[in-house]
């Protein structure tokens, strides 16, 4: 399964057709609002990015790494909860019930849940914006050690 920014890919019916005997919620793109609002989200980032280009002061550098550091740490604790919620929620009367088992997916990583491995991680979206994140944190201590020599 692939989160894009609006909407869900792969096997998403398959794989909450076998969630659902474990009691797990049926996955939809309906239990994301964030997909209602995260293409503002992104275009505002991108415009922060671009004025910090045009303005080119140091500032504007240092407030465009904080909006990428804020946003990258806000989706990780979003995805968390949202994990943890659907892992733990569970249907009572679901077909296989294991006592004290819940069936959180991982936040970044594998893990494994009963006899299913559930890997996730970033594709090339999530990959472009640690490259931004590792870019601007390098420009930050370029601008630091200039400053510092001078």
Known sequence: MK???DTLSGDVRTISALNHYIGMKTI???????????????????????LASVINKRFMLYTFL????LAGVGALVDFYQWGYDYGHDLNPEAPIK???MSYQPPLIGTKVLLNFTAFSGPDIGGWIFMTVGVLLFALVF???KKNKSQ
């Not at 904080?66 to 550091?69: D, F, Q, T």
């Open 142 to 144: 370029y601008e630091f």
């Open 98 to 100: 294991i006592e004290g």
């Open 66 to 69: 904080g909006v990428i550091l």
């Open 3 to 5: 989160i894009w920014i």
């Open 28 to 50: 939809e793109a309906s239990m994301f609002p964030e997909f209602d609002y995260m293409i503002y989200l992104l275009a505002a980032i991108i415009a922060i990015g671009l």
